[in-house]
């Protein structure tokens, strides 16, 4: 098969099963295990059509009904994996009606499918990190995680059955099997195809490192890295060196913990987490920042990175390491990964220094999103992610029905909300999605992850006429259709809240307080005039002091009037 592969024997076997590269090694189990992985994910899909991954994983997997048998599909980023645990005949039967349903989807139960992945969605929780790819990446490629399933609204069977053919295919798949040899009966024929290389990832983040602001009681941190075995080193001895400085020695957390998951072939995702009560929340995050302070500067202990070592070292002597080494190898020759031998591996643990996890940490934190409750972290050297757009649109102006400092614009470029803090612009040729509601509503999500609504009940002169004008602007490809909503689910516009009333008692207590400054006026001005009557120079003094006080006294009765009538309008 390949060179890499050879450095296997003696672990795992090789072969290919129908043009499928397929790895297989023996297990002790009673029972054996397969999968069949399929390089295509949801950082595959566009926002428009997100879920079509996944709506065909379901799809290959609905007439196996239901079973005793232990199934089930996974759509990730960047791959889709079958899997199943039973007896040969079991893996053999499961894994040929997989292959069946791909060549052929059962395109009757499409809309019944669509509203599984939609009830599926809303039961899903976000968990503390959901936001975390949608501002690293924006609405597309690995942000799309961050966002519902558009396309299960939208989807025609000929969308789904193009992207079956196409990415579902025989070589774009590996295959592995908990076995010593290859069952008998396998029927894996997939249509032609080309090994697609995993998506290249966007950025929605001009500056790193940067912060965001979540919710209460979670700091998380994520950061992309360059896959090593000394930033998997890293990952351990981070979270270790987080629960010891949170939990153990501050009390602050309970949960403190850090992973490392492979995003690609070249670069994989550092995550770092720690939970807290609301009135300690500012300690997590200046104990969070301090400990990977602490991990830059180098001050890590060599009898830290010796326990993870020999931590990792462990998994190379568990029983039947070959057959549990199997997903692992099966995805890195998936995703187009070096592979490396265990004493390959062994050694390469065994030469990871203290410099180099320095050298991670650092890395590490250039790249780092922080996510914080409550105040910012720019003390700690990190910049808030863009909050607003750079610039605006220029176009139709819109006035909010609901607040004067807002205003809508529809161009021929896109669209801007125009804020007293900052515009937030979409543009049409950076467009990664527009939902479309048969009220008129339209809401557009840019490339960059910025969101417009387009209301036409709660902005001055959104008429259909202009509503047109936009549809006909958006690349066809981007248009989500959106079914009608309730009544009373179309926002109106709310009451502007009016000026408070001032009570009758504060009434008359600006009504007395002005008279007040008014009497103590014309007393000043009558005194000026006794006192220059006398000098020759001064011209009708007695009527210059007259008209000063008139002209003092006059706005303080319009003034009294108006607070005056105020008060029995109230009353009536």
């Known amino acids: ?65 239901l079973s005793d048998l ?17 007896s040969e005949e079991e893996v053999v039967r499961y894994l040929n009606s997989v292959c069946a349903a791909l060549r ?45 399933e558009l396309g299960t609204w939208s989807l025609t069977a000929g969308h789904v059955r193009h992207w079956a053919e196409t990415r579902f295919t025989r070589d774009n798949a590996v295959l592995w099997i908990t076995s010593g040899q290859v069952p008998e009966g396998l029927d894996l024929t997939l249509p032609h195809g080309t090994r697609l290389p995993a998506p290249a990832a966007t950025s929605a983040l001009p500056v790193t490192p940067a912060y965001i602001h979540g919710d209460d ?74 400990t990977l302070a602490r991990l830059r500067a180098g001050r890590i202990e060599q009898s830290e990175l010796d326990s993870v070592r020999a931590k990792l070292l462990k998994m190379y002597d568990v029983p039947d390491f070959g057959a549990a080494s199997l997903p692992s190898y099966a995805l890195s020759l998936l995703l187009g990964h070096r592979i490396l031998s265990p004493e390959q591996r062994r050694a390469e643990l065994d030469a990871v220094t203290v410099a180099d996890l320095r050298e991670v940490a650092r890395q590490a934190w250039a790249d780092a999103l922080l996510q914080v409750p409550g105040r910012g972290v720019d003390w700690a050297g990190l910049t ?55 009220d008129g ?7 960059d992850g910025f969101s417009v609504t387009v209301e036409p009940t709660l902005y001055k002169g959104v008429t259909p006429e202009r509503i047109a004008a936009l549809d006909a602007a958006v690349p066809p490809t981007a248009a989500v259709p959106m079914p009608a909503r309730e009544p009373d689910r179309i926002p109106q516009p709310r009451k502007r809240a009016a000026a408070p009333a001032a009570s009758g008692r504060s009434t008359w207590l600006w009504t007395l307080g002005l008279w007040a400054v008014g009497l103590l006026a014309a007393v000043w001005g009558l005194l000026c005039a006794v006192i220059t009557a006398d000098e020759a120079s001064a011209a009708n003094p007695e009527w210059d002091a007259v008209v000063g006080v008139w002209i003092m006294w006059l706005p303080l009765a319009a003034v009294t009037a108006a607070l005056y009538r105020a008060r029995r309008r109230r009353r009536g």
């Open 1 to 65: 098969m390949t060179t890499e592969l050879d450095l296997l024997d003696g672990v795992l076997s090789h072969t290919t099963t129908d043009g499928i590269p397929t790895l297989y090694a023996p297990t002790s189990a009673s029972e054996i295990t397969a999968g069949l992985f399929f390089r295509v994910g949801r950082a595959d899909e566009t926002l428009a059509t997100a879920g079509i991954t996944h709506l065909v994983e379901h799809l290959a997997l609905h007439r196996l009904g």
């Open 70 to 86: 232990h199934y089930n599909g996974a759509t990730a980023n960047t791959y889709t994996l079958f899997h199943v645990t039973g």
């Open 104 to 148: 052929d989807l059962p395109m009757d139960r499409l809309e019944t499918e669509k509203e599984i992945l939609r009830t599926e969605a809303a039961g899903r929780g976000g968990g503390p990190n959901h936001q975390m790819p949608l501002w690293r990446y924006g609405a597309q490629s690995y942000g799309l995680t961050s966002y519902n």
């Open 217 to 290: 009681g979670h700091v998380v941190l994520t950061s992309v890295v360059r896959r090593s075995t000394a930033a998997t080193v890293f990952a351990d001895v981070l979270g270790r060196a987080l629960f010891q400085d949170l939990r153990q020695e501050g009390g602050y957390s309970y949960s403190a913990e850090a992973d490392y998951t492979p995003r690609d072939a070249e670069y994989a995702t550092l995550t770092a987490y720690a939970d807290s009560l609301p009135q300690k929340q500012d300690a997590v995050v200046g104990g969070f920042v301090d």
């Open 384 to 438: 808030l992610a863009p909050q607003y757009s750079q610039e605006a649109v220029t176009g139709t102006r819109h006035p909010s029905l609901e607040d004067d400092k807002v205003t809508l614009v529809i161009g021929a470029e896109g669209v801007s909300l125009l804020t007293p803090r900052g515009p937030v612009t979409v543009r049409y040729d950076a467009m990664s999605a527009m939902t479309v509601r048969p």
């Open 441 to 447: 509503a339209r809401a557009l999500t840019g490339h």
